[in-house]
């Protein structure tokens, strides 16, 4: 072959190349799908989003990443705040998890918190806990004023008043012999005693203005107790007497009663209101459930109550492993409706404590198998 031969060749090659690739490029640029730029408005829903679909987050959500103790509705109902484990400072956290900060740590030594008991719509609290001597402790704390008290150790259970003006305790003390029930103010001085009793376990709320309610503990050995006292007039009323498996749980204004008692083996949930009771065909216990207004009641419901246990000592022995499931149950009428169903949960539902924000829009459940704080959009 020629060198001129091989020139031409090599010429139309290229030429061809050429061709093909602008045909190539014709094709797609006039004829071919064009790709679309994602515009980026965040992690929140933005209705004005150009036909993009937004990126929310889940139903059911995680409020931090923290193991959490005592959470609690802020005083001005726009935040949930909670200490935080194992550093024991207390957080607030919008309802939707944004912002999260740090509030303040505790003016006092602590080896071990136990328990956190909130004054309603006051920003006080009493602590529960366990010194650098291992001595349990509790702590009357204003967080306002930074101001803290120490409480008699004889004061055992302890509520305070729906307005957190004032706390009921059980007041027992084994040099003196003093086995009382009474009210005092937060700081635990200005005491009036209010009944003089044998009990050595009582359990307090305080649920309404004029009602102190007691109970002694549940168990599937012994009957329990349970009174109610009007802290005016001191007048006491006997509103059980002898019930195995007995929890408790009195409506916003005092006149329905949630309870569970032991039947066959099962606990199973009554409500009692107007001198009725009636049962609400559902398995649990009254201290998983949340009184959502006077009529309705948010519940942890779980089909996994053993046949053979003890309830509801094994439960609180962490021998019964729980799956719960989040149901609104219309007390009027006993209807059930799914809230939160246990496959939305990133781990398995055992709840120890529910808050619903004031207008209703978020669930806060914590986890008692991990204590880990979650939030749920209603």
Not at 368 to 376: E, F, M, P, Q
Request: with cysteine.
């Amino acid at each position: 072959m020629t060198k001129l031969k091989k020139i031409l060749l090599i010429t139309n090659g290229i030429l061809l190349i050429a061709v093909a690739s602008f045909g190539i490029y014709y094709w797609q640029h006039y004829f071919g799908t064009k790709p679309t730029t994602p515009t980026n408005n965040g992690d929140q829903t933005n209705n004005n989003n150009n036909g993009q679909t937004p990126t929310t987050k889940p139903r059911v959500y995680l409020m931090t990443n923290k193991k959490v103790l005592g959470p609690h509705l802020s005083n001005a109902g726009n935040q949930i705040q909670y200490f935080g484990l194992p550093d024991y400072e207390l957080y607030a956290s919008t309802f939707d998890a944004s912002t999260e900060a740090k509030i303040t740590s505790p003016s006092f030594v602590v080896k071990e918190l136990i328990q956190v008991i909130w004054a309603g719509p006051q920003n006080q609290l009493i602590a529960v806990f366990a010194d650098e001597n291992n001595q349990i402790q509790k702590y009357f704390y204003d967080l306002t004023t930074n101001m803290s008290n120490v409480l008699d150790p004889a004061i055992k259970s302890v509520a305070f008043s729906p307005d957190g003006q004032k706390i009921a305790f059980h007041y027992l003390n084994d040099q003196t012999g003093e086995n009382i029930i009474a009210m005092a103010d937060p700081t635990g001085f200005g005491i009036k005693s209010l009944w003089q009793t044998t009990v050595r376990d009582w359990q307090i709320s305080w649920p309404s203005a004029n009602k102190i309610a007691l109970q002694t503990p549940s168990s599937a050995y012994s009957g329990s107790l349970s009174y109610n006292i009007n802290p005016d007039t001191v007048e006491r009323q006997e509103i059980f007497s002898n019930v195995v498996g007995l929890d408790i749980l009195w409506s916003p204004n005092g006149d329905k009663l949630l309870f569970s008692k032991l039947i066959n083996q099962k606990l199973r949930l009554y409500i009692q209101a107007a001198g009725k009771i009636q049962e609400l065909n559902a398995t649990g216990m009254a201290a998983k459930c949340l009184w959502v207004d006077n009529d309705n009641v948010y519940c942890a419901l779980s089909d996994n109550w053993p046949e053979n246990a003890k309830l509801p000592d094994d439960y609180y022995k962490g021998m019964v492993p729980m799956a719960d499931e989040i149901w609104q149950i219309d007390t009027a009428s006993g209807q059930k409706t799914k809230i939160a169903s246990a496959s939305e949960f990133t781990t398995s539902l055992d709840v120890e404590q529910m808050l619903i924000s004031p207008e209703k829009d978020y669930l806060f459940i914590l986890n008692k198998k991990d204590h880990r704080l979650y939030g749920v959009r209603l």
